[in-house]
Antibody, heavy 118, light 107 residues
Framework: QVQLQESGPGLVKPSETLSLTCTVS????????WNWIRQPPGKGLEWIGY???????NYNPSLKSRVAILVDTSKNQFSLKLSSVTAADTAVYYC????????????WGQGTLVTVSS | EIVVTQSPATLSVSPGESATLSCRAS??????LAWYQQKPGQAPRLLIY???TRATGIPARFSGSGSGTDFTLTISSLQSEDFAVYYC?????????FGGGTKVEIK
């Protein structure tokens, strides 16, 4: 059974770039869509974007100017970069798998809390 | 952007009773809707996709229905492990969006 694990700094300073990595184990990164989703403390879920294993991407327009998602198939990893962060970007960040571009998320990482603060 | 509205925000139910959760979309989703369960400190878990298909390993007491703009998640005979927050998620149009959640709490 596939497992996803997020990793990266838990604290980022305002105006800097948030960087997270999701490592996929127990299955190949090929032929799936790999998503980032976030959840501010006590609030709901927001889809950030996805990357296909081939490298094609799609981002939420609300974040598109600040987001980049990359994939490294040799390491079975994909990553998130969110630039110019503010306190509003404080959230638990989840990586999640989808079988196609527009379907449900069938596997999720446990999530990692990123706090934006000086 | 498709707005997905869940109601009620909180539902108080006694163990063994049924719970009915609602999800309404600002435009038709056809049947492109999923439901997730989230417990404190955990990631969401997929329950239902395609509006009514249970995901692998999900008990039969969870059922989904609806199409177009109105969808329902029904949990029959609530067990202690079912008290959680439930989210619906539309994947009919970009950007993908989620409802605000319904918290099912013990009455």
């Amino acid at each position: 059974q596939v497992q996803l694990q997020e990793s990266g700094p838990g604290l980022v300073k305002p105006s800097e770039t948030l960087s997270l990595t999701c490592t996929v184990s127990g299955g190949s990164i090929n032929n799936y869509y790999w998503n980032w989703i976030r959840q501010p403390p006590g609030k709901g879920l927001e889809w950030i974007g996805y990357i296909f294993y081939s490298g094609s991407t799609n981002y939420n327009p609300s974040l598109k100017s600040r987001v980049a998602i990359l994939v490294d198939t040799s390491k079975n990893q994909f990553s998130l970069k969110l630039s110019s962060v503010t306190a509003a970007d404080t959230a638990v960040y989840y990586c999640a798998r989808a079988r196609s571009a527009m379907v449900d998320f069938d596997s999720w990482g446990q999530g990692t809390l990123v706090t934006v603060s000086s | 952007e498709i707005v997905v509205t869940q109601s009620p925000a909180t539902l108080s139910v006694s163990p063994g009773e049924s719970a009915t959760l609602s999800c309404r979309a600002s435009q038709s989703l056809i049947r492109n809707l999923a439901w997730y369960q989230q417990k404190p400190g955990q990631a969401p878990r997929l329950l239902i996709y395609g509006a009514s298909t249970r995901a692998t390993g999900i008990p039969a007491r969870f059922s989904g229905s609806g199409s177009g703009t109105d969808f329902t998640l029904t949990i029959s005979s609530l067990q202690s492990e079912d008290f959680a927050v439930y989210y619906c998620h539309q994947y009919n149009d970009w950007p993908l969006t989620f409802g605000g959640g319904t918290k099912v709490e013990i009455k």
